[in-house]
Every structure is written in structure tokens, then in C-alpha cells.
């Protein structure tokens, strides 16, 4: 079955800081897919982005870049000058192709301070 | 386009009552996800309803339950509750995606709280 792990449970950092969200996964299919979702305070979550394990380009968009390596299972988000709007939970997803529903990690919690 | 919306907002309960949470999709998705998000545990999978079938659920005890209905929308079930179900409840919804794992569309959820 699959697994995410976001290890940092909470990041805090000054605004224009640069941030990394880590995000390690696991899965036994050769064919997946890995997504970034926001859970700003308002409780919505809303979709970033969608990545499948034959793509693995670099992504920016914005401030937002994202990181793929299957060397290492990892998906990493940065987000580049942060603002205080950034402030949110951030959930890293993994769903297999045999099985569409999506399994996320625990979340990462980040403050930007003003 | 109107989005996932789930009802209630908010609901209490008292330990061993039944408690019915609903959500409907987005027009035009056929696939109703819900998910349990306990402070501190992120969300956990609970199932996965498309065209009307249960697909998959998540490593949860048969007390939760649910249905999908002609219309899309969906009803999640939590009978006998116990103190540790109080969380927020997300729907989410997906179109129908030929290579699967499509994002899915989360609703604001439904806060249940069990005394």
C-alpha cells in the first residue's frame, strides 16, 4: 500500500524567506501520481499541482517550485520569497493507478511571520 | 460552477448516537471520496464511491459507512459513535479521468464533535 511522510510537523519562517517542504513516499507501482494540496485556515483544501512518475521535470509556477526525484521517492515544494498568505497547511498526496483513492501525508504546518 | 458543498457545518453528538453527514459534487463528477482529518493525524482515506458502488475504503472499522445516490451525492454513516470520531469530515469529488487520479474537489467539510 502506499505511504507519505512529510516530516516537519510545523515550519515557521520571516516573510521573503525561502521555504522546502519535504515529502518521501512509497509505493510498490511503477505508475503513479503525487499532488500538493493547501489547507489555508478557512479549512478548504485546494489543489496545487499533479505530477505522474514518468514526468520528472522540474515545475515552477510563481513562487511555487516543485522538486520530483524517484532516485530518492521524494516530491519537495519550495516556495521561493514567502508571503504571509502562504501561511497554511500544506498536504503532500500519492494515489496508485489500481487504486484511485489518494492517500496524503500528515501535513506540514507553515507560518510565514510578517 | 458551484463547488463540493457537504452538510452540515457543524455537528454534536453524544457517544453512541448515529451521525449522517452529506456531500454533494461537483456537476458533471461521478466519484465522492470522504476523508477523516483528526487534530493532528492529517487525512485519513475512508472511502471511495463511484457510480453509485463502493470502491475502496480505508483501513476503518464497518460503523462507518456510506451510500452514493443516482445524483452523485453522497451520505457518510458513523454509527455507535465513539469520542475519538470528533474530526473534520471531508467530501471531495473527481471527474471521471480515463488514466484515474484525477485531483479531487474538497468541500469545506463538516465538523463533528462527539460528547
Known amino acids: 500500500a502506499q505511504k507519505v511522510t512529510q516530516a516537519q510537523t510545523e515550519i515557521s519562517v520571516v516573510e521573503k524567506e525561502d521555504v522546502t517542504l519535504d515529502c518521501v513516499y512509497e509505493?510498490?507501482?511503477?505508475?503513479?501520481?503525487l499532488f500538493w494540496y493547501k489547507q489555508p485556515p478557512s479549512g478548504e483544501l485546494v489543489f496545487l499541482i499533479r505530477?505522474?512518475?514518468?514526468?520528472?521535470q522540474n515545475e515552477i509556477s510563481g513562487r511555487y517550485s516543485w522538486n520530483f526525484q524517484k532516485s530518492t521517492s521524494s516530491f519537495n515544494f519550495t516556495i521561493t520569497a514567502s508571503q504571509v498568505v502562504d501561511s497554511a497547511v500544506y498536504f503532500c498526496?500519492?494515489?496508485?493507478?489500481?487504486?484511485?483513492?489518494?492517500?496524503f501525508g500528515a501535513g506540514t504546518r507553515l507560518t510565514v511571520k510578517p | 460552477e458551484a463547488g463540493v458543498t457537504q452538510s452540515p457545518t457543524h455537528l454534536i453528538k453524544t457517544r453512541g448516537q448515529q451521525a449522517t453527514l452529506r456531500c454533494s459534487p461537483i456537476?458533471?463528477?461521478?466519484?465522492v471520496y470522504w476523508y477523516q482529518q483528526a487534530l493532528g493525524l492529517g487525512l485519513q482515506f475512508l472511502l471511495w464511491?463511484?457510480?453509485?458502488?463502493?470502491?475502496n475504503r480505508g483501513n476503518f472499522p464497518p460503523r462507518f459507512s456510506g451510500r452514493q445516490f443516482p445524483n452523485y451525492s453522497s451520505e457518510l454513516n458513523v454509527n455507535a459513535l465513539e469520542l475519538e470520531d470528533s474530526a473534520l469530515y471531508l467530501c471531495?469529488?473527481?471527474?471521471?479521468?480515463?488514466?484515474?487520479?484525477?485531483?479531487?474537489?474538497f468541500g469545506n467539510g463538516t465538523r463533528l464533535t462527539v460528547t
Open positions: 471531495a469529488s473527481s471527474p471521471w479521468d480515463t488514466e484515474y487520479n484525477s485531483p479531487l474537489h
Open positions: 509505493t510498490r507501482d511503477t505508475t503513479y501520481y
Open positions: 505530477r505522474n512518475s514518468f514526468d520528472e
Open positions: 498526496a500519492l494515489s496508485e493507478t489500481n487504486n484511485n483513492d489518494m492517500r
Open positions: 456537476s458533471g463528477h461521478t466519484s
Open positions: 464511491y463511484d457510480e453509485g458502488e463502493e470502491r
